[in-house]
T-cell receptor, first 119, second 115 residues
Framework: AQKVTQAQTEISVVEKEDVTLDCVYE???????LFWYKQPPSGELVFLIR??????QNEISGRYSWNFQKSTSSFNFTITASQVVDSAVYFC????????????????FGKGTHLIIQP | KAGVTQTPRYLIKTRGQQVTLSCSPI?????VSWYQQTPGQGLQFLFE???????NKGNFPGRFSGRQFSNSRSEMNVSTLELGDSALYLC??????????????FGQGTRLTVV
C-alpha cells in the first residue's frame, strides 16, 4: 500500500529564513506521481507542483524549490526567504498510475506540516 | 474560469440524521473526487466519479455514498450521522479520471459538525 510521511508536524521560523519541508513516500509501483499542496486557513487545497517518478530533476519556481530523490524516496520542498503569506499547512501527496496494479485510489496524503512564518 | 464550488460551506447536523453535500467542478472537468479531512486521520479519499459512474472508492462504510449528474456536478450523502463524521469535506475536480498525473483542483470544502 502507498504511504506518505511528513514527519514535521509544525515548523515555526522568522520571516526571511529558508525552510525545508520533508516528505517521504512508500509505493510498490514504478510509475507514480508526487504532488505538493498548500492549504491556507480558508480551507481549499492549492496545487503547487507535480512530479512523475521518471523525472528526478529538481525544480525551482520563484522562492519555491523541490528536491526529488528516488534513492531515498523523498520529495522535499524548500521555501527560500520565507514570507508571512507562506504560513499555511502544506501537504505532500502520492498517486499511483492506473492500470499498473496499483489502482487509482485517489491521492494519498501525508498528515501535513503546519508552517508558521513569524514577522 | 470559475473554480470548484462546494455548498454549503458550513453545516450542523444532529447524530442520526443524514446530510447531502454538493460540488460543482471546474467547467469542462469530468472527474470529481471527495475527501474527508479530520485532525486525527488527516485527508482521506472517499470516492471518485467520472461520467456519472463511481470509479474508485476509499475505505469508508456504506453510510457514505455519492453520485454524479450528467453535467458533472456531484453530491455526496452521509446517512445515520455519527459524531466522528464531523470533518471538512473537500471536493476536487480533474479533466479525466484515469490520469493520475493530472493535478486535482480543490474547492473550499464543507465544514460538517455533528452534534
Amino acid at each position: 500500500a502507498q504511504k506518505v510521511t511528513q514527519a514535521q508536524t509544525e515548523i515555526s521560523v522568522v520571516e526571511k529564513e529558508d525552510v525545508t519541508l520533508d516528505c517521504v513516500y512508500e509505493t510498490r509501483d514504478t510509475t507514480y506521481y508526487l504532488f505538493w499542496y498548500k492549504q491556507p486557513p480558508s480551507g481549499e487545497l492549492v496545487f503547487l507542483i507535480r512530479r512523475n517518478s521518471f523525472d528526478e530533476q529538481n525544480e525551482i519556481s520563484g522562492r519555491y524549490s523541490w528536491n526529488f530523490q528516488k534513492s531515498t524516496s523523498s520529495f522535499n520542498f524548500t521555501i527560500t526567504a520565507s514570507q508571512v503569506v507562506d504560513s499555511a499547512v502544506y501537504f505532500c501527496a502520492l498517486s499511483e498510475a492506473p492500470y499498473s496494479g496499483g489502482g487509482a485510489d485517489g491521492l494519498t496524503f501525508g498528515k501535513g506540516t503546519h508552517l508558521i512564518i513569524q514577522p | 474560469k470559475a473554480g470548484v464550488t462546494q455548498t454549503p460551506r458550513y453545516l450542523i447536523k444532529t447524530r442520526g440524521q443524514q446530510v447531502t453535500l454538493s460540488c460543482s467542478p471546474i467547467s469542462g472537468h469530468r472527474s470529481v473526487s471527495w475527501y474527508q479531512q479530520t485532525p486525527g486521520q488527516g485527508l482521506q479519499f472517499l470516492f471518485e466519479y467520472f461520467s456519472e459512474t463511481q470509479r474508485n472508492k476509499g475505505n469508508f462504510p456504506g453510510r457514505f455514498s455519492g453520485r454524479q449528474f450528467s453535467n458533472s456536478r456531484s453530491e455526496m450523502n452521509v446517512s445515520t450521522l455519527e459524531l466522528g463524521d464531523s470533518a471538512l469535506y473537500l471536493c476536487a475536480s480533474r479533466p479525466y479520471v484515469a490520469r493520475a498525473n493530472t493535478e486535482a483542483f480543490f474547492g473550499q470544502g464543507t465544514r460538517l459538525t455533528v452534534v
